[in-house]
């Protein structure tokens, strides 16, 4: 009888095994690329108060691709994209407090 290799808790039904494709990683990056360059764009453009809510909403925008394909987030349980979110909301409060507070100076 031949020693099998450990698979470290790793089985094919579990999170950690669901890989995505490349083409799929080289779409992501792709458009993290494009909103690099809608960032640059942006930055050159007279928005008035608007230019920072739409760096806010570009960042939020690769923020959230960054999570979901590249941190894996989307093959995780749900409990994980519960605690980032409540995270996130918690980040969004602290910077409008900021807002409010710098506007009223």
């Given at each position: 009888?031949?020693m099998?290799?450990?698979?470290?808790?790793?089985t094919?039904a579990?999170?950690a095994?669901?890989?995505?494709s490349?083409?799929?990683?080289?779409?992501?990056?792709?458009?993290?690329?494009?909103?690099?360059?809608?960032?640059?764009w942006?930055?050159?453009?007279?928005?008035?108060?608007?230019?920072?809510w739409?760096?806010l909403?570009?960042?939020?925008?690769k923020?959230?691709?960054?999570?979901?394909?590249?941190?894996?987030?989307?093959?995780?349980?749900?409990f994980?994209?519960?605690?980032?979110?409540?995270?996130?909301?918690?980040?969004?409060?602290?910077?409008?407090?900021l807002?409010?507070?710098?506007?009223?100076?």
């Open positions: 009888m031949a099998s290799e450990p698979t470290l808790g790793v094919a579990s999170p095994a669901a890989v995505p490349f083409r799929l990683l080289t779409g992501v990056w792709l458009l993290l690329l494009g909103g690099t360059a809608l960032t640059v942006a930055s050159t453009v007279d928005l008035g108060r608007l230019n920072v739409a760096a909403g570009i960042a939020a925008a923020c959230s691709l960054v999570l979901t394909f590249f941190m894996r987030l989307r093959y995780e349980p749900r994980f994209s519960v605690m980032v979110l409540i995270a996130v909301l918690t980040l969004t409060v602290f910077i409008g407090l807002f409010f507070d710098v506007s009223f100076r």
